[in-house]
C-alpha cells in the first residue's frame, strides 16, 4: 500500500480546496445563520464534476479513484459539513449503489444524469419510527402489473425537497421468515404523483444542509426502476450504507484538520499571563491530541479508499473507519471551542459551527453504537463478509489516468 498522493489526487485536493476557499467559506456563516442551503453549491459541484468524481467516464463521470472521493469529502467538510452530506447521499448512497447494483439500462438512464449533476439523488432509507433497525421499516411496495404501488415515510432524508431520484427500500413481502428478506430497493421519481417532499427545521448542527421527509402515497413505481431482485433490498442498503460511510469518515477527518489549523492559529496570537496560549502545556496537549487523530483518521479512511479501489468488501475497515473519525472530529471541535474560550462559545469563530457539525455525525449513517456492534461481531467470528452478488467495480486505471 503506497500512502503518497498522486499527482492526480493532489490535482482533486487542490481543485475542491480552491473552490471551498473561494466560494463556500466567504458565505457559509450567513446561511448558516438562515438555517438555509447555499442556493449554487449543487450546481458548482455539478459544474466542477464534483458529484460523479469516482463515477466511470462512460457513465458521465469523470473515472476518478475511491481516495480522490475520499479527499474530496475531506476538503468539502473541513469548509462545511453540509457539502459533504451532499456527497454521502447523492453519490455514496445513491450514485455508487446504482453503480454497484443496477443493470447497464438502469445506470444509462439515472446514473449518467446524477453523475452529471443534470439530476441530485438521495437515498430513503430511514422512517419515522426506524433508524438503525432497518429490517423494521413499514414503507411498502405490491405489485401490480408492471407497477409497484409504494406507500409509507421516510425521515431525515437529506437532499428530501431538492432531490429529482431517491433510492428507496421498503417491504415486498410482509410473510418473510426474516424480515430483511422481505426488502426490496427502487429508483423513484421524486417528482411523481403521491409524492411529498418537506424540511426539517430546528437541526442543532448542518444548518446549511437540506434535511427532510418524504411521503409515498400510491405511488407507481416500474418494475424496471427496482434495483436487483425482490428480497435483496436488505443486502443492498448496507452495501449503500458502506459507501455513505466512506464518505462520511473522510469529512470528519476533515473537520479534525479545521479545527487543528484554527486552534493553532488562534493559540498562537491570544496571550494570557503575558504569553500566547500556545506555550501553555494544556493547550500543546490539546492541539497534539487533534494532530494525532487527524493523522489516525486519515490513514483510516486512506486504508479503506485503497480497498475500494482494489474492488474488495471493506465493511469492518469502513466501520472502524466511520466511527473512529466521527468521534474524534467532536472531540477535536470541543477542545477547538475550549481553546478558543469565550468566544468558541460564539459563531464569531467557525469552530462553535464545527461543534454543532460533529455531533450529528456520531448519529447517522449507522450510529457509533452499531458500529461497535459491528465490529465486535467481526472479533467474535460472529459476521464474516461474503461475496455480494455484485462486488463493486474497481476504478479503471488506464481511464482514470486518461
Known sequence: MDLSLSPEHEMVRKMVRDFVQKEIAPIVKEYDRKHEPIPFALKRMGELGILGICIPVKYGGQGMDYLSLGLACEELEAADTSLRVVMSVHVGLCSLTLLQWGTEEQKQRFLVPLARGEKIGCGAFTEPSMGSDVAAMTTYARREGDYYILNGEKMWISLASRADLALVTAKTDLTAEKPSRGLSTFIVDLHSPGVKT??????????????????FTD????????IGEEGEGFKITMSAFDHGRYTVAAGATGIIRACLEASVAYAKTRTTFGRPIAEHQLIQQKIANMSQDYEIARLLYYQVGWLKNLGKRCTYETSIAKKFATEASFNAAHEAVQIHGAYGYSDEYDVERYLRNARGAIIYEGSSEIQTLIQAGYALGFRQDKPLRCEPPAYDEKEWQS
Open 198 to 215: 418537506g424540511d426539517i427545521h430546528g437541526k442543532l448542527g448542518v444548518r446549511a444542509g437540506s434535511t427532510g421527509w418524504i411521503s
Open 219 to 226: 405511488v407507481k413505481v416500474p418494475v424496471e426502476n427496482r
